[in-house]
Every structure is written in C-alpha cells, then in structure tokens.
C-alpha cells in the first residue's frame, strides 16, 4: 500500500488570515487515522498608523488672496526654514495674504495646536524636515 500523502487544501482566504485544512490523499496513515487537520496561519503585518488615521483633503481654494495662511512646525531640524521660505513666497505671489506661524514641538504635532491653526487660519501647511 503506497504511503499516506499531505494535500492542503485552500478553505477560506481572506486579507488578514489564511485558513487551511490538511487531510490524507490515499491510502490512511497506519492506525487507520482519517482525521482533518486545521491549519490557521494569520498575517504579521500591523496596519499603520497613516491608514487608521487617513482623512480626505480639504477643498482648495480658488486663490489665496485676502486669505490666512497657516505654518506647522513638528519642530525638527530645518523645517522651520522651509516653512518660513515657503510663507514669504505666498506673500509676494498673492495680494493681501497674511501667515501665521505654530510650533507643533513634536512629531506628530499636538491636536490642540492643529485645531487652533485650523480655527485661525484658511489654509494650513504643515511640515517636517531633517
């Protein structure tokens, strides 16, 4: 009698988890064991922290004349120079635009800063640099 053989066979597949049962091609194994076999392999991979947190874009607006203009700084190395840069060109491009400048102090900066940006100003730009 030829030996017993494994053969796997796909139950369900879903995105997080892989579930297989395994049972005997053939001839029974000795002791005439017939049994299935379950096999349940889940995958390691966390969701990140981006995707829970994942929120559309807001609207843009048509211009940026007569608008308020928001500058979050995490507060790594040299974002406040691009941030700076980034608000003195939005000034000399569009008319009567004013800018305002928060200090998040940390990555990611701290919701109240984000919400009092969000409060004060149109538009808010946020960045980090290293």
């Known amino acids: 009698m030829p030996a017993a053989r494994h053969a796997p066979t796909v139950l369900c597949c879903r995105h997080t988890e892989l579930v297989v049962y395994i049972g005997f091609v053939g001839a029974a194994p000795l002791g005439g064991d017939n049994e299935m076999h379950l ?8 969701i990140q922290r981006g995707v829970l947190n994942a929120i559309s874009a807001s609207n843009r607006p048509e211009s940026l004349d007569n608008k308020t203009v928001g500058l979050i700084w995490s507060g790594t190395h ?7 840069r ?4 939005l000034q000399e491009r569009f008319d009567n635009v004013s800018v305002n400048f928060y200090t998040g102090g940390n990555y990611p900066t701290p919701p109240a800063i984000v919400q009092q940006a969000g409060e004060e100003c149109d538009v808010i730009i946020g960045a980090t640099a290293d």
């Open 39 to 46: 096999l349940e392999v889940n995958n390691p991979v966390a």
């Open 78 to 84: 040299g974002g406040d120079i691009a941030l700076k």
């Open 86 to 89: 980034a608000g003195e060109m």
